[in-house]
């Protein structure tokens, strides 16, 4: 009920957007979050935006670099990631929730399947 894409493999200072879909009982959730999880390495919160105003919210290690950004007619929420470097490399999960204060993903009750990020130095 999420579907994410958009990862890839770039140089350091590329960019990316990554895109999750949602659909079914999805739709209804008031949270859509970006996760990431590196090799080794425990899930980290990456970004989250409302549904219903529009509010974001970013790690402090994204902040400047990252845009979290939706388009309610296509329940698609976007990730622009730019300027990325070798510590973004991961896989990063979209999830549908309905608390945005949740930085550690244990309220959010839908995740996508995760897409890779790699940036080479």
């Known amino acids: 009920q999420l579907q994410a894409c958009g990862g890839g493999l770039v140089q350091a200072g590329g960019s990316l957007r990554l895109s999750c879909t949602a659909s079914g009982r999805t739709v209804s959730r008031n949270v859509m979050g970006w996760f990431r999880q590196a090799p080794g390495k425990e899930r980290e919160f990456v970004a989250a935006?409302?549904?219903?105003?529009?509010?974001?919210y970013y790690a402090d290690s994204v902040k400047g670099r990252f845009t979290i950004f939706r388009e309610n007619a296509k329940n698609t929420v976007y990730l622009q990631v730019n300027s990325l470097e070798p510590e973004d490399t991961a896989v990063y999960y979209c999830?549908?929730?309905?608390?945005?204060?949740?930085?550690?993903?244990?309220?959010?009750?839908?995740w996508g399947q995760g897409t890779q990020v790699t940036v080479s130095s």
């Open positions: 999830a549908a929730g309905n608390y945005a204060n949740d930085r550690s993903g244990r309220t959010y009750d839908y």
């Open positions: 935006i409302l549904r219903s105003n529009g509010a974001t």
